[in-house]
């Protein structure tokens, strides 16, 4: 409401009154902050904001030339010099965190120009993750996500009758799973031909090709374990 003026973000409010333009960190940090809100609540709109937040780092903080992301934007204060971190420190690096936002983003909506947003981040310092491994610790994150393999839960249904089967998901270490809540399977590629019934199906999902829907926690958790004995497998 008061760091927001529909296009873009501000950084600093006090006294009633936000100032500086937003930085990379802003940016990024909120879009997160998005993602895990709609997977918590299945409200769109979240997600949507998010998408919204990625395209203006690609507008606004992208470096054209050389690939990553400045810390300001494009049409803020004209500094002699624009950094690029991606380092961590006690927070995220900017550009850590950016990357981190697009892969989520690419398996949310399908969008390979998102995951190649973290894929250019990663390159840039491709030479310097393994020399410095705790100070890229966000990167990494970005790392393990994109070797990852592409699973997804869509759980449809009303708010109430989601809340046995998201408890379940929620008691799984899945941290790269792509969780979707939604009342009435609207808005995602991964809802395209998913029914909306009585009660709440949730769809356990890899690379959006889904086993019958567990319409009962004990369906979905054995679902869930199977999942996991997969992931257990030696290659």
Known sequence: REMFDGGRLLHSYRAGAASINGMLED??????GLVELYKLSGGLDALQWAEE??????????????????????????????????????????NGAAALLGVWLARYYARPDAERVADEVIGQVSDHLLAAVSGFGTLWQVALFRNAPPREIAIIGGTDAREPLEAVTASRYL??????????????????????????????????????PATNPGQLIEQLDSLFREQARPA
Not at 54 to 64: E, G, K, W
Not at 198 to 209: D, F, L, P, Q
Request: net charge negative; hydrophobic share 45%.
């Open 53 to 94: 937040l990625l395209l203006n780092i690609v507008q606004r903080f992208h470096d054209d030339e050389h690939g990553g992301f400045f810390e300001t934007a494009s049409d803020a204060e004209q500094l002699l010099f624009r950094n690029k971190d991606y380092f961590d420190a006690a927070t995220p690096s900017g």
């Open 27 to 32: 940016y990024a940090y909120l879009g997160l």
């Open 175 to 212: 941290p790269w799973a792509v969780v979707a809540p939604s009342a009435d399977a609207v808005g995602l590629p991964l809802f395209e031909g998913r029914e909306v019934g009585a009660g709440a199906r949730a769809y356990v999902c890899e690379a959006m090709a889904c086993k019958l």
